[in-house]
């Protein structure tokens, strides 16, 4: 258990630090195409189809660390309402819950990337294919975080006694 934890740490960090670089990437490409438009007369198309693509991407990624960090809206008023002993199947529940709506992600996410391989994006003459691969492996990489944030969950009713099972 321990080294899936260290592999899911591992994993969440790496697309942290990715999806903060993607959004930096994104912040260069929208300075350039304000710069080349307004000031040089001369838009750069390719940049604000580029930077869209790497925000979407970047957005893909954070979702992981998201989880993992409890960025995601929770609904813990609701919760609090039950009882404590229910609280942790709550927990169970939502987790099982977004789980299979990221395993939904992955699926039809890799469905709908298969389709448009053949489509080109104009501006970079590159697949399609290449933005809306961004959905599976966002939700593939979104996985070790909602692991790593369902074990605190639980660590954390256990510890305060709150649950008996």
């Keep these: 258990m321990a080294y899936l934890v260290r ?3 591992a994993i969440i960090r790496t697309t942290h630090g990715l999806a903060a670089a993607l959004l930096a990437v994104a912040a260069a490409l929208v300075f350039y195409q304000v710069l080349t438009r307004f000031v040089l007369n001369d838009a750069a198309v390719w940049s604000e189809v580029l930077a869209r ?4 991407w970047g957005v893909f990624l954070i ?5 993992r960090t409890g960025k995601m809206i929770p609904i ?7 009882p404590e002993n229910t609280q942790i199947w709550i927990i169970r529940v939502v987790t099982a819950a977004t789980a ?3 395993f939904i992600l992955i699926w039809y996410g890799y469905k709908m990337t ?3 391989m053949n489509q080109q994006v104009a501006m970079l003459n590159v697949s399609v294919a ?8 966002g939700a593939l990489l979104a ?3 909602l692991f790593l944030a369902h074990l605190d969950a639980e660590h954390g009713h256990l510890k305060s006694g709150e649950v008996t099972e």
């Design 130 to 137: 290449w933005f809306y691969a961004s959905i599976p492996m």
């Design 63 to 67: 979702m992981g660390p998201a989880i």
């Design 7 to 9: 592999i899911s740490e």
């Design 76 to 82: 813990d008023v609701l919760r609090s309402l039950l």
């Design 114 to 116: 298969q389709r448009v």
């Design 100 to 102: 299979v709506f990221l």
């Design 53 to 56: 693509a790497v925000i979407v």
């Design 143 to 145: 996985l070790p975080g």
